[in-house]
């Protein structure tokens, strides 16, 4: 099954690497531009269901990696059907400076607060989603509080230590 | 009942009553939850030393908050603790709430909950054994006999430093103040 969807895969899309670290894991690392069209492939072929959308910060390569864990349900029976324990991981770079992706909420519905999430947290902007606004936050950061360079030590100091104790002063 | 205590009972009735009958809001952030259950049901019985847990906090005085306090949670333990009637206690357990425990450096989480709302009790440990919350609750009943208990004097007494606190951490609060401050209420709503 693995070594089928590889070659279709190939057959479409240029410059992807397919490796497989694990029996029922495929990892495929693409390039932003085709990432959607490649989604689009794997639902088709059966995996319908979004498990997680993350982001991580690669601040030395200057980059946020988007990875996309896909499964699908063993009772998606068909011609295409894959069996429902694979695991599919689609990764993506983005460069640091521009971060700006393409939303995949016409594939996979359920990417809106995953999407809303990486928004908030890592300040990736998702081109076509409806609703980018405020998910878990109460306060206004300097910067998005996931990214590397978000110093939380100096934060905390400078906010939470700031707040005078109660009962030094008169009330 | 100790035979011992009568002359208490008569002396200070109200007091001796607020003591046994501790009826607690149990406030579960994070991981004090585990520990709750229980402490509330037939392993460690809580009703034996007269705390019950309650639906709401009108029919509360003893406020435990069990674990660490994000931004957001602090917002709604204010306006528990707010809704509480007097005499109410407050017992912050395990290290979360006394100095951010695990979470010191965390971006969203408060660091000393002590700055925000009075607390008359701290129980320290990550988590701490069920059986503290008992030894909490008797040491609480002699901090009420020797009137040590006022959390509730202090925020009264104190109330625009700590509005001013949450109001730093929090931002514009939404509802207005529980004790009149002075100068900071306008068109004539202070009394």
């Given at each position: 099954?693995?070594?089928?969807?590889?070659?279709?895969?190939?057959?479409?899309?240029?410059?992807?690497?397919?490796?497989?670290?694990?029996?029922?894991?495929?990892?495929?690392?693409?390039?932003?531009?085709?990432?959607?069209?490649?989604?689009?492939?794997?639902?088709?072929?059966?995996?319908?269901?979004?498990?997680?959308?993350?982001?991580?910060?690669?601040?030395?390569?200057?980059?946020?990696?988007?990875?996309?864990?896909?499964?699908?349900?063993?009772?998606?029976?068909?011609?295409?059907?894959?069996?429902?324990?694979?695991?599919?991981?689609?990764?993506?770079?983005?460069?640091?400076?521009?971060?700006?992706?393409?939303?995949?909420?016409?594939?996979?519905?359920?990417?809106?607060?995953?999407?809303?999430?990486?928004?908030?947290?890592?300040?990736?902007?998702?081109?076509?989603?409806?609703?980018?606004?405020?998910?878990?936050?109460?306060?206004?950061?300097?910067i998005p509080p996931f990214r590397k360079d978000f110093d939380t030590r100096r934060y905390v100091e400078d906010v939470f230590g700031s707040i005078p104790a109660i009962g030094d002063e008169e009330g | 009942m100790d035979r011992n205590q009568i002359a208490k009972w008569f002396k200070e009735p109200s007091k001796m009553a607020n003591k046994y009958s501790l009826h607690?809001?149990?406030?579960?952030?994070?991981?004090?939850?585990?520990?709750?259950?229980?402490?509330?049901?037939?392993?460690?019985?809580?009703?034996?030393?007269?705390?019950?847990?309650?639906?709401?906090?009108?029919?509360?005085?003893?406020?435990?908050?069990?674990?660490?306090?994000?931004?957001?949670?602090?917002?709604?333990?204010?306006?528990?603790?707010?809704?509480?009637?007097e005499p109410k206690y407050t017992v912050a357990f395990g290290s979360c709430p006394i100095n951010g425990g695990m979470y010191w450096d965390s971006y969203n989480t408060i660091k000393?909950?002590?700055?925000?709302?009075?607390?008359?009790?701290?129980?320290?440990?990550?988590?701490?054994?069920?059986?503290?919350?008992?030894?909490?609750?008797?040491?609480?009943?002699?901090?009420?006999?020797?009137?040590?208990?006022?959390?509730?004097?202090?925020?009264?007494?104190?109330?625009?430093?700590?509005?001013?606190?949450?109001?730093?951490?929090?931002?514009?609060?939404?509802?207005?103040?529980?004790?009149?401050?002075?100068?900071?209420?306008?068109?004539?709503?202070?009394?």
């Amino acid at each position: 099954m693995i070594e089928q969807l590889k070659r279709e895969l190939e057959a479409t899309f240029k410059g992807v690497s397919v490796t497989s670290e694990a029996d029922r894991r495929i990892t495929v690392v693409v390039d932003p531009l085709q990432a959607l069209a490649i989604l689009r492939f794997f639902k088709d072929r059966g995996f319908s269901h979004l498990a997680l959308l993350s982001a991580v910060d690669l601040i030395d390569k200057h980059a946020f990696e988007l990875v996309y864990i896909l499964t699908s349900y063993a009772e998606d029976t068909g011609e295409d059907a894959v069996p429902g324990e694979l695991i599919l991981v689609v990764k993506s770079m983005i460069p640091r400076d521009k971060p700006t992706f393409k939303s995949v909420i016409s594939i996979y519905p359920n990417a809106e607060p995953y999407e809303r999430e990486i928004h908030e947290l890592f300040g990736i902007h998702f081109d076509g989603h409806p609703r980018l606004t405020p998910l878990f936050l109460e306060r206004q950061y300097p910067i998005p509080p996931f990214r590397k360079d978000f110093d939380t030590r100096r934060y905390v100091e400078d906010v939470f230590g700031s707040i005078p104790a109660i009962g030094d002063e008169e009330g | 009942m100790d035979r011992n205590q009568i002359a208490k009972w008569f002396k200070e009735p109200s007091k001796m009553a607020n003591k046994y009958s501790l009826h607690a809001i149990y406030f579960c952030t994070g991981c004090g939850i585990i520990e709750v259950p229980p402490v509330i049901t037939a392993r460690w019985d809580a009703e034996r030393f007269g705390v019950i847990p309650v639906a709401t906090p009108r029919q509360a005085n003893l406020f435990l908050i069990t674990g660490y306090v994000s931004v957001k949670t602090l917002k709604a333990i204010i306006r528990t603790y707010e809704q509480m009637y007097e005499p109410k206690y407050t017992v912050a357990f395990g290290s979360c709430p006394i100095n951010g425990g695990m979470y010191w450096d965390s971006y969203n989480t408060i660091k000393h909950l002590d700055k925000y709302i009075p607390i008359d009790g701290w129980i320290a440990g990550c988590m701490p054994r069920p059986e503290a919350i008992f030894v909490a609750v008797t040491h609480l009943w002699t901090l009420i006999d020797k009137g040590m208990a006022n959390g509730y004097e202090r925020y009264r007494k104190y109330y625009r430093a700590y509005r001013r606190n949450q109001e730093l951490a929090l931002g514009k609060l939404e509802w207005p103040p529980l004790y009149p401050i002075g100068e900071h209420t306008e068109g004539g709503e202070c009394d």
